[in-house]
């Protein structure tokens, strides 16, 4: 069993930045591929990146590539979710998200994870 546990969510405004860290328990983190999610108010939940166990491989969904990045520390069992430039559309709970898999694959990306953090709330203000 994994638990996460994120942090770093708040109010910034547009332009701004903020940093997610999702903390993991277990001693086999880098054997798990790790994702962000986030679910705005009425809206589905949808996938903003992920990174292989290693960190070596990355992905992001188009509306945040350029202006976040996904990073991990295997020794500290944490990831995080550099977010950059931020818009008043990136509100939204931001979900961490884990699976254990060597690479980052298609029902990972749909939200097919196994583990999943209780989210921490992102607001952007205009």
């Known amino acids: 069993q994994v638990q996460l546990v994120e942090s770093g969510g708040g109010l910034v405004q547009a332009g701004g930045s903020l940093r997610l860290s999702c903390a993991a328990s277990g001693r086999t983190f880098s054997t798990y591929i790790m994702g962000w999610f986030r679910q705005a108010p009425g809206k589905e939940r949808e996938f903003v990146a992920a990174?292989?166990?290693?960190?070596?491989?990355?992905y992001f969904a188009d509306s945040v590539r350029g202006r976040f990045t996904i990073s991990r520390d295997n020794a500290k069992n944490t990831v995080y979710l550099q977010m950059n430039s931020l818009k008043p559309e990136d509100t939204a709970v931001y979900y961490c998200?884990?699976?254990?898999?060597?690479?980052?694959?298609?029902?990972?990306?749909?939200?097919?994870?196994?583990?999943w953090g209780q989210g921490t709330q992102v607001t952007v203000s205009s």
């Open positions: 998200a884990a699976d254990q898999a060597l690479y980052i694959f298609h029902g990972f990306v749909q939200g097919e994870a196994d583990y």
């Open positions: 990174s292989s166990g290693s960190g070596g491989n990355t």
